[in-house]
């Protein structure tokens, strides 16, 4: 494929060493050679692909000196674009990188939109479109267990897997063929069925098998958000803050302080939270800590983990009760906060209303307990062999509804064979989820879906 030639900032904006303008394209090598000269005058063009050259930018137009820089020479096809890439290493500094990169635009390079250069490696075919996502992932991941994950999505691992899948459905779609040109063969027919028996059994399965990863996946990309909840003042917005180690939420001795769903991301043992705190919930005349409380119950529907907090010094009351009863099926952590004070609270009625849930005391004023916190949490959602480095996990929400659509689509069709539907619709259905599944790697994907999803890349990416 040819296309024009892209420049674009490829490193953050701020001081450091080192920046890099990053060109790719049929006139990457002409246009810095254009503006590169190098003591012993050496001309880029001509040298060796995979190089790297020490000299000064000059203006074109003036003759002065642009910056001090090195520039990497890297020839097509094997390069991160599959274009001729040239890297123009200057000094790291805001003034210094915008002004190589517009004496590239000067000279012919167009500025590259976000995520161009990926999208370039995808249209160029060195990734397909779920590597190209992985990349994006990669840059985002908060914690080494998200890297990994992006990592092995970078490598192919889900690529070879939907491959795989796809590979088995075209081999079934084969047999469909032959049973319709021949519907008079009997034996054919019965090939189809256990053909059919055993590779869509298998494609469903392994489709299940990725989807049941999903969760782990999801929590490992975006975080597991996590609600703090309980009644007012017994030290919600305390907790938070001794998580994120940083007086983030405010906190006094007045009940109903927390009006408003406080948000922050905490990596606690390398399980990423988004952890919400919540106004306390409580029956309420004040409108405002009303619609508070009203919010409160809103993100608890959409938590994955619940953090309830309970007062050491106070009894137990019906709002505590009540709590239990809306948490219930959820993951759950009951926290018993403020051992520093006397003790009010039943701890065998806590202990029968938490059932299966942990229990952990706390006191968050004297910083005691939440190591202990932090083990549960972490043993709630890695217990043992959960690791990253070695599964196929799928994590991406376009990923996720297009398995649970291929999902829904192969079922119909292992149904329809044993009802006994013509075949024909049988093979609309295998047709069909042989489409989705391919969407999930980019092929037969809509161009304004492929746009949509590299705009959201960064800027030089
Ligand atoms: N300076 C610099 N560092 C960087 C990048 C970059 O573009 N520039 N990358 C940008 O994200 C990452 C590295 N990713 C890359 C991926 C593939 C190829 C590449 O040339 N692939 C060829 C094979 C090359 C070979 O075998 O020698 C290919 O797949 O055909 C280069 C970089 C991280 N570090
Ligand atoms: N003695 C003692 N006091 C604590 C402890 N944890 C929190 N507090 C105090 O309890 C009061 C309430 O704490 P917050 O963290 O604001 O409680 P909250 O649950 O967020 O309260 P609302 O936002 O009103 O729902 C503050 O005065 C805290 O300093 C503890 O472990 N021991
Ligand atoms: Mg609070």
Request: charged residues 25%; proline residues 2%; contains cysteine.
């Amino acid at each position: 494929m040819e296309f024009d030639t892209i420049a674009a900032i490829s490193t953050p904006m701020g001081e450091g060493a080192i920046a890099i303008v990053r060109l790719s394209g049929e006139d990457a090598i002409p246009i810095a050679d254009k503006l590169f000269k190098s003591i012993g005058g050496k001309k880029l063009t001509k040298m060796a692909s995979h190089t790297i050259h020490y000299g000064h930018l000059i203006d074109t137009k003036t003759g002065q000196v642009v910056e001090e820089v090195m520039v990497s020479i890297m020839k097509g096809p094997k390069t991160f674009t599959k274009e001729d890439v040239v890297e123009i290493n200057c000094h790291g500094g805001i003034v210094s990188v915008n002004r190589v990169l517009q004496h590239v635009l000067k000279n012919g390079a167009r500025l590259a939109e976000p995520g161009e250069f990926t999208k370039r490696a995808f249209l160029n075919g060195r990734i397909d479109l779920s590597q190209a996502e992985a990349v994006m992932d990669l840059i985002r991941a908060k914690t080494d267990r998200a890297m990994n994950m992006a990592l092995g999505q970078m490598e192919g691992r889900l690529s070879k897997l939907i491959r795989r899948l796809r590979q088995e459905i075209l081999e079934i779609l084969a047999h469909v063929e032959v049973n319709i040109d021949y519907p008079e063969y009997d034996d054919v027919e019965e090939m189809t069925h256990k053909m059919l028996n055993e590779k869509a059994h298998f494609v469903r399965d392994e489709i299940n098998k990725l989807l049941q990863t999903s969760q782990q996946g999801k929590i490992l990309r975006e975080g597991l958000s996590t609600v703090i909840v309980g009644r007012p003042n017994v030290g919600k917005s305390s907790l938070l803050n001794s998580l994120v180690q940083e007086n983030k939420a405010i906190v006094t001795d007045i009940p109903g302080t927390t009006r408003d769903v406080i948000e922050e991301y905490v990596n606690v043992r390398g399980v990423p939270l988004r952890l919400l705190d919540t106004a306390g919930i409580r029956e309420t005349e004040d409108i405002v800590e009303r619609i508070g409380v009203e919010r409160s119950r809103q993100v608890l529907k959409e938590a994955d983990l619940i953090l309830l907090v309970l007062n050491y010094s106070d009894m137990l009351t019906v709002e505590d009760e009540n709590l239990f009863e809306v948490v219930r099926g959820m993951d759950t952590i009951v926290i018993v906060n403020k051992t520093d004070l006397p003790r009010q609270i039943d701890m065998e009625r806590v202990k029968l209303l938490a059932k299966d849930h942990k229990i952990v005391t706390t006191s968050l004023l004297e910083d005691q307990g939440v190591d202990e916190l932090e083990e549960a949490i972490a043993a709630l959602f890695f217990a043992g062999s959960l690791e990253a480095g070695d599964m196929t996990y799928v994590s991406n929400s376009r990923h996720i509804a297009l398995l649970h659509q291929s999902l829904q689509v192969i079922e119909e069709a292992i149904e329809g064979v044993e009802i006994g539907t013509p075949i024909d619709i049988v093979q609309i259905d295998l047709t069909r989820t042989w489409e989705l599944l391919g969407e999930i790697i980019g092929d037969s994907v809509h161009e304004s879906l492929i746009d949509q999803l590299f705009s959201q890349f960064c800027l030089g990416k």
